[in-house]
């Protein structure tokens, strides 16, 4: 599984818009507003990279959706 926060800025007047569609993709698991540069988080978890991808393209292309940011999940392991 893959886990990516998704930063979202809306167009003014648009959030309840931009919010209802983006509740509505398949992986979303969580979504808020926030305050300050962004105005929604939404908490992704897909199968692999090839999905994360094809739903940050999708919330990406939606009317009122100004611009994303994607935070990726970093699975590692600590050196001895």
Not at 28 to 55: C, H, K, N, T
Not at 65 to 80: G, I, M, R
């Amino acid at each position: 599984m893959v886990s990516a926060c998704v930063l979202i800025r809306s167009q003014r007047g648009t959030f309840d818009e931009v919010v209802d569609r983006i509740k509505q993709l398949k992986g979303v698991e969580r979504i808020f507003s926030v305050l300050g540069r962004y105005d929604v988080v939404v908490d992704v978890e897909v199968p692999d990279p090839a999905s994360l991808g094809s739903i940050v393209l999708r919330m990406s292309r939606m009317a009122g959706v100004v611009f994303t940011e994607t935070l990726v999940e970093v699975q590692y392991k600590e050196e001895a």
